[in-house]
């Protein structure tokens, strides 16, 4: 049974931090994974997908990799803002014929002080 | 292009009311899946439908929940004889028909249900 963990559960950083949040999962055989971000109360906004067959994806400040062979994934943000605060979800697609139904780990809460 | 809406965004019932929570997903898309957030845990899958067909329900309750997407009109998760245990974020996402090939979902707002 797949299992996603997030680690720090917390983060408080200052403004201007590069900074790196971790993942991981227990299964390998992935089909994808996915970051997300989360504002209190608020819906989800994906941030970025990496498909199995990929290492790593970059969208701005963020950057996500994965390696699949040892279960783990990070998102790097370069240059933390106080903006950047939320709560970031990694999500994970089973390889499992056409249900993509993801599994999530519980969240990093980010907290960026200017 | 409108993204995925969901609607009510905030519902309350008393206990034992009915709740009715709404799902238009995006234009061209045909899957559906509904996750759940109760208070202080992580998302749960709840359910992955296609037009009118249930694909998936091994997230949901075995009770008073149930969810469909007819061939018209949003998708409905329906839970009878709501509990305090129900109050949770209600999430629902879309994909193309490729979308299950890609993984990629996209996400409404939610829907916030409180029981009072």
């Known amino acids: 049974k797949q299992e996603v963990t997030q680690i720090p559960a917390a983060l408080s950083v200052p403004e201007g931090e590069n900074l790196v949040l971790n993942c991981s999962f227990t299964?390998?055989?992935?089909?994808?994974l996915q970051w997300f971000r989360q504002d209190p109360g608020k819906g989800l906004t994906s941030l970025l997908l990496?498909?199995?067959s990929q290492r790593e994806q970059t969208s701005g400040r963020l950057n996500a990799s994965l390696d699949k062979s040892s279960g783990r994934s990070t998102l790097y943000i370069a240059a933390s803002q106080p903006g950047d605060s939320a709560t970031y979800l990694c999500a994970v697609g089973p390889n499992a014929g056409n249900n993509r139904k993801l599994i999530w780990g519980l969240g990093t809460s980010l907290a960026v002080n200017p | 292009n409108a993204g995925v809406m969901q609607n009510p965004r905030h519902l309350v019932r008393r206990r034992g009311q009915e709740a009715r929570l709404r799902c238009s997903p995006m234009k061209g898309h045909s899957h559906v899946y509904w996750y759940r957030q109760l208070p202080e845990e992580g998302l749960k899958f709840m359910v992955y439908?296609?037009?009118?067909?249930?694909?998936?329900e091994s997230g949901m309750p075995k009770e008073r929940f149930s969810a469909e997407f007819p061939k018209e009109g949003p998708s409905i998760l329906r839970i009878q004889q709501v509990v305090r245990g129900d109050s949770a974020a209600y999430f629902c996402?879309?994909?193309?028909?490729?979308?299950?090939?890609?993984?990629?979902?996209?996400f409404g707002p939610g829907t916030r249900l409180t029981v009072t």
């Open positions: 299964d390998s055989a992935i089909y994808n």
């Open positions: 996402a879309s994909s193309p028909p490729a979308g299950p090939l890609t993984g990629e979902q996209y």
């Open positions: 990496i498909q199995s």
């Open positions: 439908l296609q037009k009118e067909n249930i694909i998936d």
